[in-house]
């Protein structure tokens, strides 16, 4: 694994402000049982008055690089978004439901679910 230095190009708090708007429409999903995961969000929650800002940092940069780099990372997302709605559908909420709990137009999660029948994920 290649490793990829990021310079910052703003300050700690203009970084964690331009994702604010992704974590209030809760599009960062966690896995629920992770040992960190309450910390990880007690930390971004008391972000920036915590002791503690290395997760919001760190989450900051990975998500503005992942949202605006060129680097091949948006084919990616858009993969795991289609196989996430695939699931949801396989689970049994609708296609509409499915796409919308994944951020996807519903012709695009429909024309997958055809092209690639889902089976459920975690079985």
Same mark, same amino acid.
């Given at each position: 694994m290649t490793l /990829? @230095? *990021?310079k910052p190009d703003r300050d700690k708090f203009e970084r964690v402000a =331009? *994702?604010?708007p992704m974590l209030e429409a809760r599009q960062l999903l966690l896995p629920e049982t992770a040992w960190?995961?309450?910390d990880f *969000? %007690?930390?971004l929650t008391s972000f920036p008055a915590g002791a503690h800002d290395d997760w919001c940092d760190a989450l900051a940069m990975a998500l503005n690089y992942l949202r605006n780099a060129d680097n091949g990372a948006q084919k990616w997302i858009l993969v &795991? /978004?289609?196989q996430m !709605? %695939?699931?949801y &559908? =396989?689970?049994g909420l609708s296609v509409s439901a499915a796409a919308a709990r994944v !951020?996807? @137009?519903v012709e695009q999660l429909q024309d997958h679910i055809d092209r690639y029948p889902p089976k459920l994920i975690y079985e």
């Open positions: /990829k @230095p *990021i =331009a *994702i604010t960190w995961r309450e *969000i %007690a930390e &795991y /978004k289609l !709605g %695939a699931h &559908y =396989a689970e !951020g996807l @137009p």
